[in-house]
């Protein structure tokens, strides 16, 4: 009888303490896994694990994950380019619950964003994109430029490049990122990257066409290197200073001082876009899919995730920028930036955070993403004329996104 | 033989139900024996099949679960046949089926020849050699020859730029100057030729050794006799290896024409998971999917895959209906 009763307590406690204790498997991408022992250290009561994938084979393993219904980790990030295929799709755990009290300290356009159709909480922002331009300090002071000529406009822009030519150094790695700054930057209220609010397609609007213009501009003058983003030239390009500016979110840097190009440490600094337009470029979101086997547990690790402290950790770690509005009084954004020759960025982070137009995610953004990208691949590499890539575009838009 | 057939039954008829039972079991053991290849046939093989052909008469995302399928008949269909880029990637994929296909056979063929005259020492330690690339992981493969093609660091633009400088060689290749570094596979001038390098090199072993299998068989007292005749060695090879050989010609070249139009793999990595020069180097297999895993869209992905067989279908048909015949030998 003795026996019985405490194996049954032994039972009992066992049973208790699994509710509290569990394996949580993160899946994401880089530069998270800098970031995943900071935030293991913080909840000493799961056992945390994370599987990393590059960005590309992250999201396409998820997509699997979904379709089949199995594989998926307790909690996943998703790419905001993702967020709008993904949060009406079913698979994620609602989680208004858990975020009601919460949503309010965070940045309201990406807190909305991560909303499905019927007003649920799939997704919730963990770090935003403020969109910047980083540049090389010693391709611009150092060699007699003035940062706010160069950055007063497109032109101003375009002009320092031809300059830069001369010495042998390029514009930028690639021009596509210039026609990709021009048209996330300047989208409208209520509008999406490609559709406005009825989801009707943009992409043949002017916002298109004088992106693709830049693009085809800095390409015909050689002042780009037709090098693809994110590839092993693209990164030997930062590592052996081959351009002098990128454009990027913010959370460039955390990739440049991490692992690209470590040793590049004070040549570079980071200025707003030309022409003083403020946008977003990227950020990421966490959320639950319904097959995780415990989900007020994966909520415990969002919860610290998006906390005022690990949320300043990861500022700090790998420029993931908060989402957590209340961490921008924080003193570290006063902090002076090694790797950025001591340039305080972070203030200007933050003033862009606050001056974002909201970017709608919609639902055809992955096809029109690629069908966009297409249309400036045969602009830039097979000379077709800008207004007939982007009509050809627009109509395959139509016809795929249904 | 009437009363035979009808004796039976009733001989069953009378039989005690135990041994029935052991009739049947007889009887299925061989299916026994069988099911685990029926069964996996069956659920790897059958049923994707079978769910394709559902599939691609429906709209479904498939980050959205099942029950999201919306049926949408033949609109699948419309949309891939009318689809310009289904077009473009068809054409891509024929050049490249062609630009790696014919040089394949053509170098394998007088390869495998020379080897059997070489004896069949020499014979099996090249024909081991040529058929490495076969049997090495595609995307490996590929991956290394990307880094060969790179634009900067590349070894093959590294080559060709000393090449074009020195002194000996600058007569022939002092032109490329102007052009260097080339964009092997950022290009869509350059895409197809890069890929189809790769997959030439990869399978040309592979031909090799079929032929050599082929030659084998050739009976070495026809040469002899030939030999006798007074048939130099051309005419050894233009009048008695090759016609005996036409039915390893016809199932190589079979071989070739089905894995070319489905290739994958090789234009896959070395444009980057469909980064580069898509206009040019994106082959039919690469765009179904994109449509699927990119644009989730796999009804339309399906029907797409359909159209494919169709395309392989008709290029196999023709080819069939020109050599099938004197292919397999007959007359």
Wanted: avoid cysteine; charge should be neutral.
């Amino acid at each position: 009888m003795k026996t019985q009763l405490k194996a049954g307590v032994v039972a009992l406690s066992l049973v208790a303490a699994s509710t509290f204790a569990a394996d949580i498997r993160i899946d994401g991408f880089p530069d998270y896994d800098t970031q995943i022992d900071a935030i293991k250290g913080g909840l000493p009561e799961h056992n945390i694990t994370m599987l990393k994938n590059n960005h590309g084979d992250h999201h396409n393993k998820l997509k699997t994950n979904l379709a089949t219904g199995t594989g998926a980790g307790d909690v996943v990030l998703i790419d905001v380019g993702f967020v709008g295929s993904f949060v009406n799709a079913g698979g994620f755990v609602d989680l208004t619950q858990f975020y009601q009290g919460m949503a309010a300290d965070y940045a309201d356009y990406a807190v909305e964003a991560g909303k499905g159709n019927n007003g649920a909480q799939y997704a919730v922002p963990v770090d935003l994109g403020p969109g910047v331009m980083y540049f090389r300090r010693d391709y611009m002071e150092d060699m007699g430029y003035n940062l706010d000529t160069v950055m007063s406009g497109w032109d101003s822009y375009i002009d320092y490049g031809r300059q830069l030519k001369k010495d042998g150094i390029l514009l930028i790695g690639n021009a596509s990122a210039v026609a990709n700054a021009y048209y996330r930057f300047n989208v409208g209220e209520g509008e999406g990257l490609y559709f406005d609010g009825d989801g009707k397609s943009l992409v043949t609007s002017d916002r298109f066409v004088k992106a693709f213009e830049l693009a085809k501009t800095i390409r015909a003058e050689g002042l780009d290197g037709n090098i693809s983003e994110w590839t092993e030239d693209w990164y030997a390009g930062f590592r052996e200073g081959k351009f002098a500016t990128q454009m990027s979110g913010a959370w460039l840097l955390g990739h440049l001082k991490n692992w690209i190009a470590p040793d590049t440490s004070g040549l570079w600094g980071v200025s707003d876009l030309p022409a003083g337009i403020y946008g977003t470029w990227g950020g990421s979101y966490l959320a639950i899919p319904k097959q995780a086997k415990d989900p007020s547990a994966s909520w415990d690790l969002i919860k610290y995730m998006i906390s005022k402290d690990i949320q300043l950790t990861g500022f700090e770690n790998i420029a993931a920028f908060p989402a957590h509005t209340g961490t921008y009084k924080n003193s570290i954004f006063d902090e002076p930036i090694e790797f950025l020759r001591g340039q305080k960025a972070r203030l200007m982070f933050a003033n862009i955070a606050k001056n974002i137009t909201p970017v709608t995610p919609m639902k055809g953004d992955l096809v029109a993403e690629d069908l966009i990208n297409t249309a400036l691949d045969k602009v830039l590499n097979d000379n077709v004329d800008i207004k007939k890539a982007l009509k050809d575009a627009e109509k395959q838009i139509r016809r795929r996104v249904r | 033989m009437n009363s035979d057939i009808d004796s039976q039954p009733r001989a069953i008829a009378h039989q005690k139900t135990p041994r029935n039972w052991h009739q049947i079991f007889r009887k299925l053991t061989p299916y026994g024996f069988l099911s685990p290849y029926l069964i996996i046939y069956g659920v790897f093989g059958i049923f994707p099949v079978l769910f394709m052909i559902y599939l691609s008469f429906h709209l479904w995302n498939p980050v959205e679960g099942l029950g999201s399928m919306k049926f949408v008949g033949f609109e699948n269909y419309i949309l891939g046949l009318t689809d310009p880029t289904l077009w473009q990637t068809i054409w891509n994929t024929l050049v490249m089926a062609v630009l790696s296909g014919v040089p394949q056979h053509l170098v394998a063929l007088p390869l495998a020849y020379f080897l059997v005259m070489m004896g069949s020492k020499a014979r099996h330690w090249f024909t081991t050699a040529y058929f490495l690339p076969y049997i090495t992981s595609t995307v490996a493969v590929s991956m290394i020859f990307y880094v060969m093609y790179s634009k900067d660091s590349g070894i093959i633009n590294a080559a060709l730029a000393f090449l074009a400088d020195a002194s000996w060689s600058s007569w022939i290749f002092g032109g490329l100057k102007e052009v260097l570094p080339l964009g092997w596979v950022q290009e869509n001038g350059l895409i197809r030729y890069s890929v189809s390098f790769v997959v030439w090199w990869k399978y040309v072993g592979f031909n090799t050794v079929i032929y050599t299998a082929g030659l084998a068989t050739i009976n070495p007292d026809l040469y002899e006799a030939a030999k006798i005749d007074g048939a130099s060695s051309w005419q050894r090879f233009r009048h008695i290896s090759l016609p005996l050989l036409r039915p390893f010609i016809f199932f190589g070249v079979t071989l070739t024409i089905i894995g070319n139009m489905n290739l994958f793999d090789e234009p896959y990595v070395l444009t980057v998971g469909g980064q580069f020069a898509q206009t040019a180097g994106k082959t039919i297999s690469n765009y179904l999917y994109q449509v699927a895993w990119e644009w989730l869209d796999m009804g339309s992905a399906a029907a797409i895959s359909w159209i494919l067989f169709v395309v392989i279908g008709i290029f196999t048909a023709i080819y069939f209906w020109f050599f099938g015949r004197k292919g397999l030998g007959g007359e």
